[in-house]
């Protein structure tokens, strides 16, 4: 186990909706990504949030939104669902930015289909 | 960052040693070399990273050759547990986790 954990982990929702996916990072981390995966793909990065702010951002519309809390805790939220965003959504957290490293800490992922 | 190249599967037999290639021929010289696995349902792991010299740890050793151009990630005790996909990356130390992952190499270990 990381230490980060994702909800919900399963949820289904209809296209034109709006879904907010929730992370804990690991205790100590101050870095949150999420990524998207879609079935039989690797992750594709969304977005990184580093001390409450938005810092590095990959190929994904405005729709694809984060906030990252006081306590390191981060949402994505996802408006005006479209079939293509059924995907699993993973959280990673590190250690600043990227870490000495370079290592992530996964969770689990929140699995959305969209209808 | 660099694009990588591996095998779309892999067998091996459990107790044997795995060895999964990767090909990263235009890696730039501040360009490291990370390898995570994702075992089925599950987020990735991170295994291992390098950026000229060979790596081990507990779980792995990472071998690059010394062009930079490939590296193969050697499992040297390989059991059923290792059954997942594994995914070579190469990036630049930004400051960003923006790992591209591509679609890695899937290894199964055969009993």
């Known amino acids: 186990e990381t230490g980060v954990t994702q909800s919900p982990t399963h949820l289904i929702k209809t296209r034109g909706q709006q879904v907010t996916l929730r992370c804990s990072s690991q205790?100590?981390?101050?870095?949150v990504s999420w990524y998207q995966q879609a079935l039989g793909q690797g992750p594709q990065f969304i977005f990184q949030y580093y001390r409450e702010e938005e810092n590095g951002r990959g190929n994904f519309p405005p729709r694809f939104s984060g906030l990252q809390f006081p306590n390191y805790s981060s949402e994505l939220n996802v408006n005006a669902l479209e079939l293509d965003d059924s995907a699993l959504y993973l959280c990673?957290?590190?250690?600043?930015?990227?870490?000495?490293?370079?290592?992530?800490?996964f969770g689990e992922g929140s699995r959305l289909t969209v209808l | 960052d660099a694009k990588t190249t591996q095998p779309t599967s892999m067998d091996c037999a459990e107790g044997r040693a795995a060895n999964l290639p990767c090909n990263h021929s235009?890696?730039?010289?501040?360009?490291?070399v990370y390898w995570y696995r994702q075992i089925h349902s599950q987020g990735p792991q991170y295994i291992i990273h390098g950026l000229k010299n060979n790596e081990t740890n507990e779980m792995a050793s990472l071998i690059i050759t010394e062009d930079r151009k490939s590296s193969t990630l050697i499992l040297p005790h390989a059991t059923l547990r290792d059954t997942a996909v594994y995914y070579c990356i190469v990036r630049v130390d930004t400051g960003a986790n923006n790992l591209f992952f591509g679609t890695g190499t899937r290894l199964t270990v055969i009993p």
């Open positions: 990673a957290s590190s250690l600043g930015l990227a870490g000495d490293t370079g290592e992530l800490f």
């Open positions: 205790s100590g981390h101050n870095t």
């Open positions: 235009t890696i730039s010289g501040n360009e490291y």
